[in-house]
Nanobody
Framework: QVQLVESGGGLVQAGGSLRLSCSAS????????MGWYRQVPGKERELVAA???????NYANSVKGRFTISRDNAKKTVYLQMNSLKPEDTAVYYC??????????WGQGTQVTVSS
């Protein structure tokens, strides 16, 4: 059974930092592209950052230079370091593990709220 468990969300003031973690089980972690997505009510879920099995990364333009995604294959964990947070970063953040069209899993989400 696949599980992706996010942690690290919370309330922070604008300009502050948070570090999200996502621990995976039930998958061959090292073979998966891991991603962080976010969603606000009434909007589609959007990609924030992703890291491939080979370590290549990509980021949404809105977070480039402020967020950093990383992975620890030994711990089966992916991280999202979020700095210089803005109120518009407020959302539910979801962890995603994808290997192919069939192997595509989501965590339960963690709330990030940035106050102005």
């Amino acid at each position: 059974q696949v599980q992706l468990v996010e942690s690290g969300g919370g309330l922070v003031q604008a300009g502050g930092s948070l570090r999200l973690s996502c621990s995976a089980s039930g998958i061959i972690f090292s073979l998966n592209t891991m991603g962080w997505y976010r969603q606000v009510p009434g909007k589609e879920r959007e990609l924030v950052a992703a890291i491939t099995s080979g370590g290549s990364t990509n980021y949404a333009n809105s977070v480039k230079g402020r967020f950093t995604i990383s992975r620890d294959n030994a711990k089966k964990t992916v991280y999202l370091q979020m700095n210089s947070l803005k109120p518009e970063d407020t959302a539910v953040y979801y962890c995603n593990a994808k290997r192919n069209l069939i192997s595509n899993y989501w965590g339960q989400g963690t709330q990030v709220t940035v106050s102005s």
